[in-house]
């Protein structure tokens, strides 16, 4: 059994060998976790309910609930810092030049990952036109050209160029929050239907064009899908299932069914409580029995490998020679 490794993480994930986290008593820490040295540690004005992002030496990261830095890890240098006016709720590093910093009723700003430079305002409008209230953050997934943002103004998805904003096309499917996954030109869309059902639609990313719906889908977005070779991984809460959607075949199967109640009374076992993380070929999750949970999805095989009763997974890591580390 592996000992999950307490770390205080309020939000963190490992990138290129680097576990970057926010803590629980304001700090912003980046740690090499192959050569177990801690890179950099900054203080920050309020909670940073964001998980800092990584591109190569530089850390993004929210360092008050108006404010947004970046630093160089390699001298603890500030490289540039940007007042928000709102709380950053997100950052998204699509290429080695624009970020996008999602700021709380304001909206999503093309920031130039360099200099801390606007480059462009996606604004967030409430109006006779868009009575949705402020939900952010937005989910984000992007390509070399475009990006994509899901619920953004009363719309399931929009499509936006990456080098200046301008939106090429926007779609309105079923009533619901929506979560979207690209693959090659295709986007996975799950949407909920406010829990009174669900469907997954697939996009053409060049135009927004359906090429197929799966109905009485009840997927369960908090449990973020994830993306494994051509398939995408998600659960069922209705079923209590984990399912997995193949681009090539346009079909769902059901990888691993666990309890199934019988009446609104019994409780099911073995219910997955957190989210889903995918690490090459192996899904890690916690279920509501405080097991860690890891399951093969080649061999379609899941075994317990850590206890863990004192909160869910913050992040998962595995070494050059295959052993797991799992931070919380």
Known sequence: MIEPVSKNILYGNVMDNKLAYS??????????????????????????????????????????????????TKNNELQWKITTDNIPNDFVILNNS??????????????NIENGKKEYLLKYEYDKECLSPDVSP????????????????????????????????NKNLSRG??????????????????????KIYILDSNNGNVLS??????????????????????????????????????????????HKSHGKTEKRSN???????????????QNNQFNIMKFDLNAKKETIIAKSNKGGISTVYIDENGKESIFY
């Open 23 to 72: 803590t629980w008593d304001k700090k912003v820490i980046v740690e090499d976790v192959e050569k177990k040295d801690t890179l950099f540690v900054q203080k920050t004005k309020d909670l940073c309910y964001i998980t800092p992002k990584i591109k190569v030496s530089y850390v993004f990261f929210k360092s008050a609930d108006d404010e947004f830095m970046c630093f160089n």
């Open 98 to 111: 624009i970020g996008l910093l999602n700021i709380k009723q304001k909206g999503i700003v093309g920031v």
């Open 138 to 169: 937005y989910p984000i997934v992007y390509d070399e050209q475009s990006f994509y943002v899901s619920n953004w103004q009363c719309k399931t998805i929009r499509a936006f160029n990456i080098n200046n904003g301008q939106e090429l096309w």
């Open 177 to 198: 929050a929506s979560k979207s996954i690209l693959y090659k030109d295709k986007i996975f869309v799950g949407i909920d239907e406010y829990y009174k059902g669900g």
């Open 213 to 258: 719906i799966q109905s009485d889908v009840h997927i369960l977005l908090r449990r973020t899908p994830v993306l494994w070779k051509d398939k995408v991984i998600f659960y069922d809460y209705y079923k209590n299932s984990l399912e997995e959607y193949d681009f090539e075949t346009n079909k769902i199967n059901t990888i691993k069914q666990y």
């Open 271 to 285: 219910e997955i409580t957190g989210q889903l993380f995918l690490v090459n070929d192996f899904l890690y999750y």
